[in-house]
């Protein structure tokens, strides 16, 4: 995301008028479409934390779920794993089939268009005219902008697809989308696991493995939490109590589903 962005957010949600217009300016707004080719990055930071949330929620249900149950230790670490990589692929999958549909559903529709202004364009013409109306536009005014619109073939398609269509392309690969969901689902989604192997190692982590492994899941979603507000602009402490908040309500109701399967088999 551009800098320029970045600042014109903070000085909304700090109701900063001097900072917006600052942002506002016209040097600002000319070099920020020069430097749109260096976010691109940034736009799988919500694949990213997507990826990131599921996987340190299930991952770590799945370890209540068992301690619930109190299964061996080495069940806990191979189903926790199992869950892991499969649920992750799972994901990263969803992402990729989610962009690529997207993405071939809005070329259609832009082929379609592109047809219907070589074909029929006074329908066409008559679209952009209503389009412009709904906005306010009247008389010579709406005859001017629909003649300056429909004056470039580029220009009438992309108003057609964000106007009548509510479609934007997207620069996202399906890629990159699936492989940044199933990063971040791995390498968060490991935390909850970390303890137990750990605990082969070290005889603290082998008496205290699932307080650790709370702990540990905590910052985790604290983290996720974090950056997660930077995706979305919230309150910072908002959004890291959401994200425990749901992380933990996974957790408690596994683990009192295998505490409760637990006392069905034993009785």
Known sequence: MASRTKKAQRAFSEKDVKAARKAHSRAKIKADLQEDHQAESAQYLGEF???AIDGSVTTFAVVAGATGAALNPLIVIILGFANLIADGFSMACGAFLNEKTQSEYIAKERAREEWEVDNVPEGEREEIREIFSKKGFKGKDLEKAV????????VWVDTMMADELGLLESAKSPWKAALTTFFGFLVIGV???LAYVLAYFFTFFQNNTFK???VMTAFAM???GYIKHHVTKANITRSIM???FIGGAAAIIAYYIGFFLRWIVTV
């Open 49 to 51: 934390v997507y990826g």
């Open 147 to 154: 003649k300056i619109i429909t004056s470039n073939k580029k």
């Open 191 to 193: 935390i909850p696991l």
């Open 212 to 214: 650790i492994a709370i």
């Open 222 to 224: 604290a983290a996720i």
């Open 242 to 244: 959401e994200t425990l």
